[in-house]
């Protein structure tokens, strides 16, 4: 559970950083025998009409993704991937995980480690945390 309160906050925002700067701003080399086009991602998917595309993406309405999530029970899981007394432990530890850096990320996880109290089982949930 330590873990994951250190970590997964900052490898999200790594990610949207890679994914806007890096991934669909990255010019994709023509290939051989390829079907695809090559430039950027982001203006391949604004401009389909200059490299010889269309447009084929398409709006789904509210109530087909409802549908989906009905079926799939995807919202019945919650947004949170630790438990309330855990993470309320965690963050009177550290209050601002957001502004946590990468660098930094191990020295907050082994103050975090090191200051943290576990729950009560009755409180907690089953699992450990390290």
């Known amino acids: ?42 203006h391949l998917y604004a401009f389909p009409e200059q490299y010889e595309s269309e447009q084929c993406g398409f709006s789904v309405s509210k109530e087909a993704l409802d549908e989906v999530a009905n079926l799939s029970e995807v919202m019945s899981v919650g947004d949170d991937y630790l438990t309330h007394a855990v993470r309320e ?28 109290k576990e729950p009560s089982a009755s409180l907690s949930g089953v699992g450990e945390s390290t």
């Open 1 to 42: 559970d330590l873990l994951a309160f250190v970590y997964i906050p900052i490898i999200g925002k790594e990610l949207e950083v890679f994914r806007e700067t890096i991934w669909n701003s990255h010019r994709v080399r023509c290939q051989k025998d390829a079907q695809v086009p090559k430039g950027i991602p982001k």
């Open 89 to 116: 432990e965690c963050e009177s530890i550290i209050p601002a995980i957001n502004d946590v850096k990468p660098n930094d990320a191990a020295t907050a996880y082994l103050f975090l480690k090191s200051h943290y």
